[in-house]
């Protein structure tokens, strides 16, 4: 994790879960949200206007991609 971090802003119902895929495009994400905002830990279901923090993730390629891809060079 880089120190670029985001805010998202809950909407009524939101779950880890939810904000992870929204943020990330992923919900396994939602363990490094959990640990980016420890005092908001024991909620499951969120009520409307709570700020999360979203830390920059790197995020893993696919392995559906070509490798001169996902080793970050460009062929083009």
Do not use: H, K
């Not at 904000?19 to 959990?34: H, K, S, T």
């Amino acid at each position: 994790m880089s120190d670029t971090v985001d805010i998202y802003t809950t909407c009524q119902g939101d779950t880890w879960d939810l904000i992870a895929y929204q943020v990330y495009g992923d919900e396994r994400y939602m363990v490094d949200l959990l640990e980016a905002n420890p005092t908001l830990g024991d909620i499951t279901i969120f009520p409307a206007e709570i700020a999360v923090i979203c830390p920059d993730i790197e995020q893993a390629l696919p392995e559906s991609l070509p490798p001169w891809i996902r080793n970050g060079s460009d062929a083009s």
